[in-house]
C-alpha cells in the first residue's frame, strides 16, 4: 500500500507505534482510544465493516468533542489537571481532523446549499425547506464544521 492511497486510519496506527519508539505516553494513549473508538464503531450494527476516511473523521469528530465537554465539567469542578489532560487529547485528535471553517466559509456553503435547493423545488427555499438546506449543507461542509453551526448558519439565511 502505497503513502497515497494509505487510508487515515493506517496513518493513525503508524502515528502510535511512532509515539511508542518515541515513549510520548499521551499521544499514545489518545490513539490506542481513538484506534479502539473506530474499532467499536466498525463491529457495531449488523455486521462488521471496514470505515471510509469519512467514518472515521466522524469517529475522531466524537472523540474530540468528548474530551472538549469533559475538560469543561473538570474545569466547573476544579479539576484543572484532569481538564488539561483531556484538553491535551483533544489537541492531538483535532490534528488528524479537516480544518474547521471559518464562519464567512461557512456562510459561503450555506449561501450554495440554499441555491441548490432553490434550483430543485423552482423557489427560495424558506423555513419549511430547512432539512433539505441542512442536508445539501452538510454535504458541502464534509465534515469541517459541525451540526449545531451549520443549523445555526442556515436558520441565520432563510
Not at 450494527?45 to 466522524?58: P, Q, Y
Not at 458541502?140 to 442556515?154: P, T
Amino acid at each position: 500500500m502505497s503513502d497515497s492511497t494509505a487510508t487515515l486510519k493506517s496513518t493513525l496506527r503508524a502515528d502510535m507505534t511512532a509515539a511508542m519508539k518515541a515513549k510520548d505516553t499521551l499521544r499514545l494513549q489518545t490513539l490506542r482510544m481513538v484506534l479502539a473508538a473506530i474499532q467499536t464503531e466498525e463491529v457495531s450494527g449488523k455486521e462488521a465493516r471496514e470505515l471510509t476516511d469519512d467514518d472515521v473523521l466522524k469517529v475522531l469528530a466524537k472523540e474530540s468533542k468528548k474530551r472538549g465537554e469533559a475538560a469543561e465539567i473538570y474545569t466547573e469542578n476544579g479539576r484543572g489537571e484532569l481538564a488539561a489532560n483531556e484538553r491535551a487529547e483533544a489537541q492531538i485528535i483535532d490534528e488528524y481532523l479537516p480544518t474547521p471553517l471559518t464562519d464567512a466559509e461557512l456562510a459561503d456553503v450555506v449561501d450554495t446549499a440554499l441555491a441548490q435547493v432553490a434550483e430543485q423545488i423552482g423557489e427560495r427555499p424558506g423555513m419549511k425547506q430547512m432539512g433539505q438546506v441542512m442536508k445539501a449543507a452538510t454535504t458541502l461542509a464534509a465534515g469541517k464544521a459541525d451540526g449545531s453551526r451549520i443549523s445555526k448558519a442556515v436558520k441565520d439565511r432563510l
